[in-house]
């Protein structure tokens, strides 16, 4: 099983940007895939950006494409999110999650307690 602590999460001005840590431990995170979801006040948490247990694959939603950046570093057991030009329709917690299997985008396994990142306007 592997635990998940995420970190970089702030208050940033429209515009600016952020870049999320997810560091993994109790087992090696090559093991997985990766994603970061965020939830909004009120909203149902959605999925972000996902990417492969080699890094070859990556996944966008649609209102990230082109702001945000999935990575991994396998031999430091870190996932990052790259967040630019952040705006305040960005404003939710943050979570990093696992899974086993290599769909990007299915149910996962393993979650952090997230990380709070607020814009303003």
């Known amino acids: 099983q592997v635990q998940l602590v995420e970190s970089g999460g702030g208050l940033v001005q429209a515009g600016g940007s952020l870049r999320l840590s997810c560091a993994a431990s109790g087992r090696t995170v090559s093991t997985y895939t990766m994603g970061w979801f965020r939830q909004a006040p009120g909203k149902e948490r959605e999925l972000v950006a996902a990417i492969s247990k080699s890094g070859l694959g990556t996944y966008y939603a649609d209102a990230v494409k082109g702001r945000f950046t999935i990575s991994r570093d396998n031999a430091k057991n870190t996932v990052f999110l790259q967040m630019n030009t952040l705006k305040p329709e960005d404003i939710a917690v943050y979570y990093c999650?696992?899974?086993?299997?290599?769909?990007?985008?299915?149910?996962?396994?393993?979650w952090g307690q997230g990380t709070q990142v607020t814009v303003s306007s």
């Open positions: 999650a696992a899974r086993s299997g290599n769909v990007l985008w299915a149910s996962y396994d393993y």
